[in-house]
């Protein structure tokens, strides 16, 4: 999003929270507004990582079958980020996002913004030991989610050079080069495409457990 659309989005949720978000106690010095405003930023870098963790997670599955399958070299700039990632990587935050739209999940970002401002009041000593631990549980279960669904196709393609080693070696005038390339490619892309449904369930299950671990956080 260019930075006046979300500038203009960060305006609007901000007056149309205003009513929920009234201090209980007013920071009497300088020293308190900082800490206050210090609170506020944590919280919230610390929903939208939780969120961007839930689709990183298929971002890390797309860099894995990207790397069995060869493309680890094919690159291009994840707008999100600003960085390089390979192209199977973009193509799973991309339909992960999606989906991320489509069962409302920007809505239920926005209704734990709201919430936060119940569980963590503004002005009252901010809870660092819950933060921490729903950060680490969540970046535990990014690289279990990424393993997990790159899982099916990585195994495929393990079978793949590994039938091209065992023909590399009963035949070595075979240019295996020329066969295995575009071997693993074709059979990467058709493990993909069959593999789609299964991701898409697997990321429903994952959204599941990203609304339970938001429930905990904010409504303990």
Known sequence: MPLRFRTIVVVVLAGTLLPIAQPQTLPQDGYAVAVAMVSELAIGFALGFLARLLLTAFQLAGAIIAFQMGFAMARTIDPSSGVQTTVMATVHLQLVTVIF?????????????????????????????????????????????????????????????????????????????????PLTVMTGLVAVLISIPETVAFFLRAFEAFEEQLATLLLR
């Open 101 to 181: 739209l489509l069962v409302d999940g920007h809505h239920l970002l926005i209704r734990s913004l709201a919430a936060s401002f119940e569980t963590f009041p503004i002005g009252d000593a901010l809870d660092t030991g819950a933060l921490s631990q729903s950060l680490f549980s969540a970046a535990g279960f990014m690289y279990e989610t990424g393993a997990r669904v790159a899982g099916p196709v990585t195994g495929v393609m393990l079978l793949i050079n590994s039938l091209i080693g065992f023909l590399n070696r009963i035949v070595p005038q075979l240019s295996i080069f020329n066969i295995g390339f």
